[in-house]
């Protein structure tokens, strides 16, 4: 590397996560096609020009053979991805199992299953033995590509393992990881039966991150009453050695939003949208079909605002595209069919011979057809997962998550507000109702009351009220971006090791 300052001007990032942001699809035996996705890590690291990011994660599928392999490494090294293969009982007990049925539903407060808390331990243990596994396995190919200075950035909580797989292979690697679902509190966490193990295993980064303060407040708790060490104003000391913790609350890429509504196909969109709905308030929800997200009670929210406003019956439409995911855990199975049962109840009691109140779609948007959406809902009424927004003719839109890390829906909605200075109704439990809150009709969304009381204040709110809560939003979306997000973990990261260092000396 060219050093600057003694720093490299261009370091090596390896960001790991569970997920390569591609999907893969086998053409054949050799040969596969691939398609980048959007996600919020992608579009932060795209961003980032002061180090040269490379993905190590899961493909997505299954590639037993040996020639599949081979070729999906190097169709996905144009793309500076890394594959890290796991067979179909890996995925089942450490993704299916671990991931998504234990530490999901337990860091958004939906406790631990009921069956692994009574009698199958030895499902448990055997998903937590998966899990380690699979950490593992990724360590074994950070651990192959790992240059002496790169930076390795662990994600999420598929991999609260992997800081220490790293520090067992280098200790003088350069480990960061952070968590984008809530950190529960340590009375929650202590429900674990691996409580103690996984905290230990992440306090072998250096630099631990969470979207919000009190998300960091939670986890030096838990490592202070469950394991006893020391919490100080920095971090968590075990034996003079310092884990350093601290928020970072993630941004979106908003100028990408923003540049997004000139396009030409989506101004189509927006028009094509306008003619379907003539006449009709359009509230949005866009979520992915999760149950921390709260859509049976949004569902219910706005059936109580039609039981309790006749008037509106016929003026407002609900968009809910809920995006399918993890279909394999039998949790988000149950919810698919809740999520319908509702529709179809409210569409039969409120809906007449030429509208129906709610269309709801179980599939993703592409990220034209989304701004549209968005933009649509911001001149008319939209609903978001966890909010509701509110817009010049209507007024309102809704996002009503139990419980997430940050929801990035809700930022995305404001920067696509433009001039409509559409509401938005956000759940208290979002992280984001700590940086939007000022902005938002904040609500609790288990209060179908209060959520249906909130649709009304939402479309009753004057323009100058409006103007006020969207300026507040807009300005933070637009000033706290994804790309900054990045660059200050990655800085604060090299900062940590350096002052670690520097302490060792002394
Ligand atoms: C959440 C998690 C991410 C995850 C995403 C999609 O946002 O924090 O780590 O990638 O959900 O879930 P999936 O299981 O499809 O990767």
Sequence with gaps: YEKQDGRPSRQRLLVVANRLPVSAIRRGEDSWSLEMSAGGLVSALLGV????????????????????QKALTRALADKRCIPVFLDEEIVHQYYNGYCNNILWPLFHYLGLPQEDRLATTRSFQSQFAAYKKANQMFADVVNEHYEEGDVVWCHDYHLMFLPKCLKDYDSKMKVGWFLHTPFPSSEIHRTLPSRSELLRAVLAADLVGFHTYDYA????????????LEGTPEGVEDQGRLTRVAAFPIGIDSDRFIRGLEVPRVQDHIKE????FAG???MLGVDRLDMIKGIPQKLLAFEKFLEENPTWREKVVLLQIAVPTRTDVPEYQKLTSQVHEIVGRINGRFGSLIAVPIHHLDRSLDFHALCALYAVTASDISFCPLFFFVSNLSRCSIVTSLRDGMNLVSYEFV???????????????????????AGAILVNPWNITEVANSIAQALNMDSEEREKRHKHNFSHVTAHTAQEWAETFVSELNDTVVAAQLRTRQ
């Design 415 to 437: 920067a696509c507000q433009d001039a409509k200075r559409g509401v938005l109704i956000l759940s208290e439990f979002a992280g984001a109702a700590q940086s939007l809150g």
């Design 49 to 68: 020009k002061e180090f040269e990011a490379r993905w190590i994660g899961w493909a997505g599928v299954n590639v037993p053979d040996e020639i599949g």
């Design 280 to 282: 009709r308030k359009v």
């Design 273 to 276: 949208l306008k003619e379907r």
């Design 217 to 228: 407040r939670h986890f030096v708790s838990a490592c202070t009453r469950i394991l006893g």
